[in-house]
Nanobody, 124 residues
Framework: QVQLVESGGGLVQAGGSLRLSCAAS????????MGWFRQAPGKEREFVAN????????YYADSVKGRFTISRDNAKNTVYLQLNSLKPEDTAVYYC?????????????????WGQGTQVTVSS
């Protein structure tokens, strides 16, 4: 059984920064791509970023490109999401998810395990 636990969310002013972490249980963390999604109230869950199994490939939603950075430390079974230049429209619950393979895309169905989420609130 794989467990994903997010942390690092909080309340921040527009223009500020946060660093989200997602700690994964299990020995095979490095064999899978990882991704971040977010869901704002009343909206569907949307893709934010993903990273391939060794971290060599990353992919971002256009809305966060240049502001957010995804990274991973396979020795620590942890994936990170650095959020810079935050905007009120970034307010959402952020979820990490494990991909079904070494490298995956932006569709939720390509991910098989999900964390409980961490709230990010950006005030104007």
């Amino acid at each position: 059984q794989v467990q994903l636990v997010e942390s690092g969310g909080g309340l921040v002013q527009a223009g500020g920064s946060l660093r989200l972490s997602c700690a994964a249980s299990g020995r095979t963390f490095s064999n899978y791509a990882m991704g971040w999604f977010r869901q704002a109230p009343g909206k569907e869950r949307e893709f934010v970023a993903n990273i391939s199994w060794k971290g060599g490939f990353t992919y971002y939603a256009d809305s966060v490109k240049g502001r957010f950075t995804i990274s991973r430390d396979n020795a620590k079974n942890t994936v990170y999401l650095q959020l810079n230049s935050l905007k009120p429209e970034d307010t959402a619950v952020y979820y990490c998810a494990r991909g079904r393979g070494l490298r995956v895309g932006a569709v939720p169905q390509e991910y098989d395990y999900w964390g409980q989420g961490t709230q990010v609130t950006v005030s104007s």
